[in-house]
């Protein structure tokens, strides 16, 4: 099962408080870079779509990534950069 930690939960509240009307967090992998993710706000779950609900957060995934999701925690570490990132790790 996916699990997220307290840092991600933090930042991902953050940015659905700035959204009035999007309240959905998109899971994606970055095709680029396997460990690494793309999360995004959505208004609504598509026909393809999975919805995740951990600790109120509501996450979607499209079915055919879920695979890549089980067992691991999201987490989010701010690279050195500047550039916020989110992580997903085996657990």
Same mark, same amino acid.
């Not at 659905?16 to 609504?44: H, M, P």
């Given at each position: ?22 309240? /959905? ?29 951990? #600790? ?5 995934? #499209? ?5 890549? /999701?089980?067992?691991?925690?999201? #987490?989010?570490?701010? #690279?050195?950069?500047? /550039?916020?990132? /989110? ?5």
């Amino acid at each position: 099962m996916l699990s997220i930690t307290d840092a991600a939960k933090t930042e991902l509240q953050k940015k659905l408080n700035k959204s009035e009307t999007k309240k /959905f967090i998109r899971l994606q992998l970055r095709f680029s870079c396997w460990v690494k993710l793309k999360l995004t706000l959505d208004e609504s779950i598509h026909p393809n779509d999975e919805e995740i609900i951990i #600790d109120g957060l509501h996450f979607i995934i #499209d079915k055919t990534q879920l695979h890549y /999701f089980s067992n691991n925690q999201i #987490d989010y570490v701010p #690279d050195q950069t500047g /550039f916020m990132e /989110f992580v997903a790790e085996a657990v």
